[in-house]
Nanobody
């Protein structure tokens, strides 16, 4: 099994920053797994945000390019999402996910429980 636990969400004013973390564990987790961030806003479908390979090749949704940065610490089995210049449109539940290959919006087998990010103007 694989467990993914997100943290770091919260309430932030527009223009501010937040850093999300996702710690991975479990008997079947592999440090070579790609790690992703997705988000789901109220009334909307879940959407891809960013992905990182185990070698730290990164992919981003156009809506977050230049504002968000995904990174990982393989020794800690942890992935991060640094979010800058936040806008109310970034308000969503953010989910961590893991899979075999990094890429844009790929199907994922493993998901975290999500962490709420709320941006107010």
């Amino acid at each position: 099994q694989v467990q993914l636990v997100e943290s770091g969400g919260g309430l932030v004013q527009a223009g501010g920053s937040l850093r999300l973390s996702c710690a991975a564990s479990g008997r079947t987790f592999r440090s070579t797994y790609a790690m992703d961030w997705f988000r789901q806003a109220p009334g909307k479908e879940r959407e891809f945000v960013a992905s990182i390979s185990w070698r730290s090749t990164t992919y981003y949704a156009d809506s977050v390019k230049g504002r968000f940065t995904i990174s990982r610490d393989n020794a800690k089995n942890t992935v991060y999402l640094q979010m800058n210049s936040l806008t109310p449109e970034d308000t969503a539940v953010y989910y961590c996910a893991a899979g075999i290959v990094a890429g844009i919006g790929l199907p994922r087998e493993y998901w975290g429980q999500g962490t709420q990010v709320t941006v107010f103007s």
